[in-house]
C-alpha cells in the first residue's frame, strides 16, 4: 500500500540484543512514522521524521532510536531489545503536502523478544 | 498530555444489527481520522473529519464529529461479516499544540467488532 515496505515481516530475538526494522518508501513523501501496537492501548507513536536527518520523538521512544539518511528510508533501532518491546511495530506515511494529512500503514514487523 | 479514549472496545453483534463505537478526547481537536484494520492486517484510513458538527456518509457507515471538537462517533447500519476488524479514531490537534511542526496525532485504543452470520 501507498508503496511502503517494513523489513523484517517478522523477527524473534533475544533480550539484550540489537534490532533493525526498515521502512521503506518508494514516493518521496516528507512525513514518516513508526508506531507500535499492543492489546488494550491501541497505536502509539515511537518516533516520526519530517525530513532527510530530521527527527523527534513521539510518545514511547524510550528505548528506540532512528535515523532517516535518505528520504526513502526510516529506520527504527532497539539498541538493546527487552521483553516489553514485543510487539507489532507499523510504520506510516503521510502523502499528503499538509501536516494534517492522513496516514497510509506498512504491513508490519511482528517483534517477540525472548 | 492528550488521549483519546474510545468505547466500546468489544462489540459482538448478529449479522444485520447496528454498531456505534465512540471516540472522546480530553482537548480541542483540529481534526479526527477513523482508520480500520481488519485480523492480522494494518490499519486503513476510513475518513477524516474536520469541522463542528460534521457527518459524513460512506455506504453503511455514518461518522460525526461533535460541535465542540471534542468527540465523534462512527456508526455502521445493518452490519455485515465484512465489517469484522478493529475500529480506531486518531484525534489530532493543532500545529501550535504541540509546538513543533507536526500536528500530534493521538490514536484511541481501538473498538474490536465481531459480526455473528
Known amino acids: 500500500d501507498a508503496g511502503i515496505t517494513q523489513s523484517p515481516r517478522h523477527k524473534v530475538t533475544e533480550t539484550g540484543t540489537p534490532v533493525t526494522l526498515r521502512c521503506h518508501q518508494t514516493e518521496n513523501h516528507r512525513y514518516m512514522y513508526w508506531y507500535r501496537q499492543d492489546p488494550g492501548h491501541g497505536l502509539r507513536l515511537i518516533h516520526y521524521s519530517y525530513g532527510v536527518k530530521d527527527t523527534d520523538k513521539g510518545e514511547v521512544s524510550d528505548g528506540y532510536s532512528v535515523s532517516r539518511s535518505k528520504t526513502e528510508d526510516f529506520l527504527l533501532t532497539l539498541e538493546s531489545a527487552t521483553s516489553s518491546q514485543t510487539s507489532v511495530y507499523f510504520c506510516?506515511?503521510?502523502?499528503?503536502?499538509?501536516?494534517?494529512?492522513?496516514?497510509?500503514f506498512g504491513n508490519g514487523t511482528r517483534l517477540t523478544v525472548t | 498530555g492528550q488521549q483519546v479514549m474510545q468505547i466500546p472496545q468489544y462489540q459482538h453483534v448478529q449479522e444485520g444489527e447496528d454498531f456505534t463505537t465512540y471516540c472522546n478526547s480530553s482537548?480541542?481537536?483540529?481534526?479526527i481520522q477513523w482508520y480500520k484494520q481488519r485480523p492480522g492486517g494494518h490499519p486503513v484510513f476510513l475518513i477524516q473529519l474536520v469541522k463542528s458538527g460534521e457527518v459524513k456518509k460512506q455506504k453503511r457507515l455514518t461518522f460525526q464529529f461533535g460541535e465542540a471538537k471534542k468527540n465523534s462517533s462512527l456508526h455502521i447500519t445493518a452490519t455485515q461479516t465484512t465489517d469484522v476488524g478493529t475500529y480506531f479514531c486518531?484525534?489530532?490537534?493543532?500545529?501550535?499544540?504541540?509546538?513543533?511542526?507536526?500536528?500530534?496525532?493521538?490514536f484511541g485504543q481501538g473498538t474490536i467488532l465481531t459480526v455473528h452470520p
Open positions: 486518531a484525534g489530532q490537534r493543532g500545529l501550535n499544540a504541540g509546538g513543533t511542526s507536526y500536528g500530534k496525532l493521538t
Open positions: 506510516a506515511i503521510s502523502p499528503g503536502a499538509n501536516w494534517n494529512s492522513p496516514l497510509h
Open positions: 482537548t480541542t481537536l483540529s481534526n
